[in-house]
Structure formats: structure tokens, C-alpha cells
């Protein structure tokens, strides 16, 4: 399934469509159940949390409407599920309350949810111009949850390989979108997760 097909399931989910949301769930479930698994190490946790970014795109499925890049919208909804579960988990101090006034996407303003929303745009559009063979590990790994062993047996590659393709990505991805600030660290954040 590509990006059309996710937009023409976003509109069908965002009329209520129950069915649609199912395709969506199943095809990214594992995926954000992977990416909640290596923040809190903790099964149960990302089982409770992978339900939550769920309920949270179906409670607030009219704003699909306006999502033109589902995984970048997701991943957003994601981090703040992720971010305000691991909050409730540590004190915050310095750094995390750093971390906290950028995390929170929907304590920004509506300048700054425009802002980032552009920005993700463009990280995607960043993506796609990735080499393909670069393009197909990123994607498999950040956007599909894959660990480097489960992508090298995937495509024929070594884990080192896979590893290095990663980091190559995200060197690429920091390096075009140099110049946007925090806000360019929290898609980071967002996408660097844990190698």
C-alpha cells in the first residue's frame, strides 16, 4: 500500500468509517507496537500504548481530513503517546522539560502545528529522494518497525549494512532540513528512536 492508498483510507476513516480503520490498524499496529516496545522495554506498556495512539486517531478522526502524509502524522501521535507515558514514568528536570515544551504537539499553537506540519512535508519529500535501496531500509526500519537482522534476512543485506544505511539516511534527512531549529530535533527525536 502506498501513499495514495492511505489517503483515500485517512478520508474514509476521518467519514467514520470503521472498516478503513481497520486496515489502517493492522497494517501499522505492529509497527508502533515495535517503536513503543524499544522506548519503555516493557510489554504490557506498549500493548496499552499502541492501543492509545489508536483511540486517539479514531477520537480525533476528522482532523485526517487535513493530513496529506499519514506516517508522519502518526508518527507524531506516536512520540506524544510514547513521551507522555515515559513522562509520567521519570521526573522531569533540565533536559526534560526541554524535551517537553517541543514534545507536546498539541500544546503548540496553531502557528507553530502549521510549522511542523510543513516540516513534515518536507522530511517526507526527503525521504523519497533517498537513494531507493536507502530509502527501502529507512522506511522498513523507522516506518515499519523492523530491527537491522529482520530488514538484512528481508533484502538480502548484512545487519551492518542496514545500519549503516539508517544513519546515512538521518545524516541526509539533518543535513536538508538544516536550519529548522527544535523543531527539526523533535522529528528526530521522532524518527531516531533507538538503533
Known amino acids: 500500500m502506498g501513499q495514495y492508498h492511505d489517503t483515500k483510507l485517512t478520508q474514509q476513516i476521518a467519514d467514520g468509517d470503521q472498516r478503513a480503520f481497520k486496515q489502517i490498524y493492522e497494517r501499522y499496529a505492529p509497527a508502533m507496537f515495535n517503536n513503543a516496545f524499544r522506548f519503555t522495554k516493557h510489554h504490557e506498556r506498549a500493548k496499552d500504548l499502541t492501543q492509545d495512539i489508536f483511540f486517539r486517531i479514531w477520537t480525533n478522526r476528522e482532523k485526517l481530513r487535513e493530513v496529506e502524509?499519514?506516517?508522519?502524522?502518526?508518527?507524531?501521535?506516536?512520540?506524544?503517546?510514547?513521551?507522555?507515558?515515559?513522562k509520567k514514568q521519570l521526573p522531569l528536570n533540565g533536559s526534560g522539560e526541554f524535551l517537553e515544551s517541543f514534545l507536546l504537539y498539541e500544546d503548540t499553537t496553531p502557528l507553530e502545528q502549521a510549522e511542523t506540519r510543513d516540516l513534515e512535508k518536507r522530511l517526507m519529500e526527503t525521504i523519497a529522494g533517498l537513494p531507493a535501496q536507502m530509502q527501502t531500509v529507512f522506511r522498513l526500519s523507522r516506518f515499519e518497525g523492523l530491527t537491522h537482522a529482520q530488514i538484512a534476512a528481508k533484502l538480502g543485506i548484512s545487519e551492518n549494512t542496514s545500519k549503516s544505511y539508517v544513519v546515512r539516511a538521518l545524516i541526509a534527512i539533518r543535513r536538508q532540513l538544516s536550519g529548522q531549529g527544535e523543531q527539526l530535533l523533535v522529528l528526530l527525536l521522532a524518527l531516531w528512536k533507538l538503533r
Not at 502524509?69 to 515515559?86: K, T
Open 69 to 86: 502524509h499519514f506516517e508522519a502524522y502518526l508518527y507524531v501521535v506516536a512520540r506524544n503517546c510514547i513521551f507522555n507515558d515515559l
